[in-house]
């Protein structure tokens, strides 16, 4: 595991986009791992500085996000969808065709997670998942439980991630209550994982995620397992690792 700390959120942001274009400079085909959330907008603003700069090039690249809310229109300015086109597609050259998201609204979900394991399957393994970090240590939306799902999967939103999420939409009833998720195993098979934590609001959690047991009470802490590990903290996440 590498654990980079930042005191300013640009160098934070300016690192994580680093490295993200930096695996497609090196491998044009490269399969990314995206997520949404608070904590990427300003990664991905300098991923799209990177691709204006001329840095970089994403005409060959494809890309799955982890989740996306069950029910929201498409055109929702909370669905990641939308989320994705407003911070990063709209911006860049990757054709949209290779940017994959799971169909919220589909009329048999269980088939599209079957759907969606296959794109997956289908790109290899995927070069580089870029993770957020939930307050109760989920990732993607995988929600603490006896037991983690290891494939994309419908799940029921923990009432901390819909309050948290609740910043977003006008009030908490307009959260929906379930996403499709990619599974952690789905996540933990990635050659590179990059988890990104912003806050002192965090704190507790990257401590439990990154130094505590591994247990499904903390899907992050699964984390630890994973042989190529980068988390870039701020300094306020960073407090309680010691
Ligand atoms: O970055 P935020 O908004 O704190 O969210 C934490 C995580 O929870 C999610 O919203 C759920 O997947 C992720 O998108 C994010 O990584």
Known sequence: MNILTFDSDEKLNEAGAGI???IVQTN???VLGLATGGTPVGLYKYIVRDYERGMCSFKNATTFNLDEYVGLP???PESYRAYMRQHLFDHIDLPISQAHIPNG???DPEAECRRYDDL???????DLQLLGLGHNGHIGFNEPAHALIRATHV???AEETR???ARFFDSIDQVPQQALTMG???ILKAKMILLVVKGADKADIVQRALRGPITTDCPASLLQTHPHLNVLLDRAAASRLG
């Not at 997956?120 to 995927?126: F, L, P, R």
Request: aromatic letters at 0%; hydrophobic letters at 35%; proline letters at 4%.
């Open 20 to 22: 993200i274009t930096g």
């Open 28 to 30: 044009r085909r490269a």
């Open 74 to 76: 498409d055109d929702h």
């Open 105 to 107: 609204n589909a009329p």
């Open 120 to 126: 997956i399957d289908n790109a290899g393994q995927i």
């Open 155 to 157: 799940v029921e939103l």
């Open 163 to 165: 309050q948290a999420n």
């Open 184 to 186: 952690v195993g789905t």
